[in-house]
């Protein structure tokens, strides 16, 4: 039995989800595979080999695996998954992407975004915005897997020295062309990869507001930015602040929710954080039971106190 770990990269670094997927791969037993589909991505290989508890790197390389296309990366998992009775993929937009191309070839039911391994062919996965937690039993040949990323710790990125294999490279689908992008730039941590995170909700007012109390306190801490649902579709924070069901899952050691009432589709993308702190001037809002530490008090006069304290 031997597991499959779909390596997230640029080509040059790997993705922090890749560690806590391999985590994940390592508890179902037996043997873990890592594989780098890319161009020039050596030092992307090289690096997945220094990760504690894989045994051997399958590099692919191929100038149409630059961008990570779904259809070019799905060929060649499938084109190595007969090896494999474990494939699992970081439940990423890239991941989720890619998965159910190879569970639909490989004529198998996927097992979405998986939070713990009870056993090789069982699985647990949250439900209901996590408010329940599903146990997934699987008898297909070949599990296919997305990982809940903020389930797993991160595998450790040193300390491993496993063999880096090269295989054939699939050729170019030609059913998908890498047109452009355009990313933004930021100097914070990314949002789903930070230690602290400093959110604001509904309660700031306006985006201005958002600014002047909530950027402090982030700069202070040196956390990253996040919002509630109900900030972004008010226009106070972008889209990739997003934190919730239908945003980013985060687990950072420290969460700062001010103004955030806690709706339950919020609280399911960020209630695994190792520290929750609350600010809100409603005692009974849904947000302080999953807080450790709660404070009833105006945001407007808590938070630049607190950043004053800092």
Request: overall charge negative.
């Amino acid at each position: 039995m031997t597991a499959l770990v779909i390596a997230e990269h640029d080509n040059a670094h790997l993705k922090g989800a890749t560690l806590n997927t391999v985590t994940a791969a390592a508890q179902c037993g037996g043997e873990v595979h890592v594989l780098v589909a890319g161009h020039n991505a050596g030092d992307a290989a090289k690096a997945a080999s220094q990760i504690s508890g894989v045994g051997k790197v399958l590099h692919a390389e191929g100038a149409h695996f630059a961008h990570g296309l779904a259809e070019n990366i799905a060929a060649q998992v499938l084109a190595i998954a007969a090896n494999y009775s474990h494939i699992l993929f970081p439940a990423t937009a890239s991941g989720k992407n890619i998965a159910p191309r190879v569970a639909a070839k490989l004529d198998v039911a996927q097992i979405s975004d998986i939070s713990k391994v009870d056993s090789p062919d069982t699985f647990e996965r949250p439900i209901y915005a996590g408010n329940a937690i599903a146990i997934v039993q699987s008898i297909d040949a070949t599990k296919v897997i997305t990982v809940r990323t903020t389930g797993f710790d991160p595998a450790p990125s040193s300390g491993g020295s496993a063999a880096i294999e090269t295989v054939n490279a699939v050729a170019d689908s030609g059913k998908s062309t890498f047109m452009g992008s355009e990313i933004a730039k930021n100097d914070r941590p990314e949002l789903t990869a930070a230690k602290i995170i400093v959110s604001g909700g509904r309660a700031l007012g306006s985006a201005e507001k958002f600014t002047e109390v909530i950027t402090p306190l982030a700069d202070k801490l040196g956390a990253a930015m996040g919002a509630s649902r109900a900030a972004v579709d008010a226009g106070y924070a972008p889209n990739d602040w997003q934190v919730g069901q239908t945003g980013k899952i985060v687990a950072p050691q420290l969460y700062v929710a001010c103004g955030i009432s806690g709706a339950i589709q919020h609280l399911a993308g960020m209630k695994d954080s190792k520290v929750i702190v609350a600010i809100n001037k409603d005692e009974e809002a849904p947000i302080f039971s999953v807080a450790d530490y709660g404070l009833v008090a105006d945001l407007f006069v808590a938070v630049p106190e607190l950043v004053k304290a800092l």
